[in-house]
Every structure is written in structure tokens, then in C-alpha cells.
């Protein structure tokens, strides 16, 4: 039984394949620019444990990059919310967040911020987007400053906190990734392409 060489019909069909890839990415491209283009604003605080007597470094870094697992889902929350807006005097534009139900202003103020904590540390990295540079860092600022003030109520007495790094904004936005988009874009269209041309010639 005769068989079609897979590279060979590839090669054959390489411009169609490469003019597929463009126009899914350039599409890709328009669909993301329709999305408001949101700047993200990083700031640093560490998680101080109090250790006591008789407990080793390592249990007390674990301590603290636990509570920090567990900041990273409390600044999601409503409480939280509450107490990054109090802070008016950041001049924080909290239009988007006034006069909507409140199911929508929770899954904008979860996409407005983000926690994570580095691996092994004590480090909590805080995140805030905004469509305006000075805000995410107005937001990331007020974040991070409602978790020295008051984030002794969510994880007790024994733990400090303190920033160690002010809150930085990117310099071009990041959401919509628009080069990733535009890349898995074209790698999807370009290899949707090569199935069916495959498919065509009874290769697959």
C-alpha cells in the first residue's frame, strides 16, 4: 500500500500552513486588543514568624510561607477589599467597584488583585492591575500597607509584617498578553493547518 511522506506533504504545503498561522495570530491579536490593556504593579512583603524557643529556622520559615499561602486567599476577599479602599488618602479610583452588585464588584476585585509566595521564603509578592499605571501602583501601595496595618487579624499576634519592597509598575501592560496570544495564535492556526492538510492526504 502506497503511503503520502508526511515532510514532503508539509513542505508542499508550508506557505499555506505559514499564511494560516498569520492570519489566526493577526485575528488572535484583534480579539485581545478588544480587552482593556491593564498595567501590574508588584510590591514585597515578608512574613515575619515570631519563633520561640526550641523551634529550628527552617519550621519558622515554613510557618511564614504558610501564613502566606493563606494571605494569598484572604486579599481576595471582600474584608480585604474593604480595608485597601479605606485609604483614601492613595487617591484609589474605585469607580469600577461603586453602584454594581455585589457578585460583580467580588470578580473585579479578584481580577484587580493577586498574591503568590516564593518558594521556600517567607516572601509574599502583591499584585494589582489597573488600565492606568499610577493606579495599579496606588493599589498595590494600599495592599500591601493594609497587611502591615491589619493583617495581624487574619493570622494572629505572633506574626509581623513588613514590606520590603515598594510597589513597582511594568512598563507596558500584561494583560492581555498580547505576544502570547499572538504566538499560540499563530502555533494553533499553523498546526490546525498541518492536521488537515495531513488528514487531506490520508497521512493521519
Request: glycine share 6%; proline share 3%.
Amino acid at each position: 500500500m502506497f503511503h503520502t511522506n508526511p515532510a514532503r506533504v508539509l513542505k508542499k504545503r508550508s506557505k499555506v500552513i505559514f499564511m494560516t498561522g498569520v492570519i489566526v495570530a493577526l485575528v488572535t491579536l484583534l480579539i485581545s486588543l478588544l480587552f482593556p490593556l491593564q498595567y501590574r504593579a508588584d510590591a514585597q512583603v515578608l512574613i515575619i514568624s515570631q519563633s520561640r524557643y526550641g523551634v529550628d529556622p527552617y519550621t519558622v520559615v515554613r510557618s511564614a510561607e504558610r501564613v502566606g499561602q493563606n494571605i494569598s486567599q484572604v486579599v481576595k476577599t471582600t474584608d480585604f477589599f474593604e480595608k485597601v479602599v479605606e485609604q483614601r488618602q492613595l487617591g484609589l479610583d474605585t469607580s469600577r467597584f461603586e453602584n454594581v452588585p455585589e457578585l460583580t464588584r467580588r470578580q473585579r476585585w479578584e481580577k484587580t488583585i493577586d498574591a503568590s509566595v516564593v518558594f521556600g521564603t517567607g516572601v509574599l509578592n502583591v499584585s494589582a492591575y489597573h488600565t492606568n499605571q499610577e493606579q495599579a501602583r496606588r493599589y498595590a501601595t494600599a495592599a500591601v500597607t493594609a497587611l502591615v496595618e491589619k493583617g495581624w487579624e487574619y493570622v494572629g499576634g505572633d506574626v509581623t509584617i513588613k514590606v520590603v519592597n515598594d510597589a513597582v509598575v511594568s512598563k507596558l501592560p500584561v494583560r492581555p498578553n498580547l505576544l502570547l496570544n499572538t504566538v499560540l495564535g499563530f502555533l494553533v492556526g499553523a498546526a490546525a493547518m498541518a492536521a488537515i492538510s495531513l488528514r487531506k492526504k490520508n497521512v493521519l
